[in-house]
């Protein structure tokens, strides 16, 4: 049986700078369509498995920098599996055992149609359950960061906030920002495209410019 044919074959992962897979799906706040995030920023994430330690702690970690997300204009959308069911008894465990509210929907795809779109099942690692994926999704439905963890490593939720912060900086300003970059540092001016600009830097003596190639500077 060629790939096509095998029942667990699947689309290939969305890649950066494709259109978002649409999807209709039932979620632990109703039916939600990936047009309902049209003109906001989503963050929308898989976990392997509900009432699971390491899950858990991710989705303190969401829960916690939710505020963040939504004051960088990005929302939140979790994805398993499991039941809705299933769904709405863990996060209402993590209420009483952590009392932390999780106040995002959570897609329950046991027929595991979206994951499948999304490349969320990778078969070598588990044939039933989602990776942990992450997928930055621009308000344009434009995917812009793609990230897989394997079933035993939680993911820094911090580092998914920042990434976020740094695509919306890219996108408001034109440029690029440096390694481990957080709000409120330097960014980086892109490169002169010829030599006349190359000259022209060097000549300006700009502090900020370390060598004609780079330069930082504040944004805004
Ligand atoms: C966890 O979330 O703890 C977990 C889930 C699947 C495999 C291993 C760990």
Redesign the pocket.
């Known amino acids: 049986m060629d790939q096509a044919e095998s029942s667990d074959a699947q689309p290939r992962m969305p890649r950066i700078g494709e259109p978002a897979p649409a999807f209709e799906a039932e979620t632990t706040q109703g039916d939600l369509r990936l047009d309902d995030y049209a003109g906001s920023w989503l963050v929308f994430f898989s ?3 509900d009432f ?5 702690t991710e989705f303190l970690a969401f829960a916690k920098l939710y505020p963040a997300f939504k004051e960088n204009g990005c929302e939140l959308l979790g994805l398993s599996t499991d039941s809705v069911y299933s769904h709405i008894a863990w996060v209402r465990n993590i209420e009483t055992v952590f009392g932390v509210r999780i106040a995002f929907p959570i897609v329950a795809d046991a027929g595991r149609e979206v994951a499948r779109a999304y490349g969320m099942i990778m078969p070598a690692e588990s044939g039933t ?1 989602a990776v942990r994926t992450v997928f930055v999704i621009d308000d344009r439905q434009i995917v812009r960061a793609v990230l897989s963890y394997p ?2 490593t939680g993911r820094s939720v911090d580092e998914i906030l920042r990434l976020v912060q740094a695509l919306r900086a890219t996108d408001r300003h034109g440029v690029a920002t440096p390694a481990g970059w957080l709000p409120g540092d330097k960014v980086i001016v892109a490169p002169p495209r010829t030599q006349e600009m190359a000259e022209e830097r060097v000549k300006a003596g700009d502090p900020d410019c370390r060598d004609w190639y780079f330069c930082l500077r504040t944004p805004g």
């Open positions: 976990h392997p498995a699971t330690p390491v899950c858990t359950e079933m035993t």
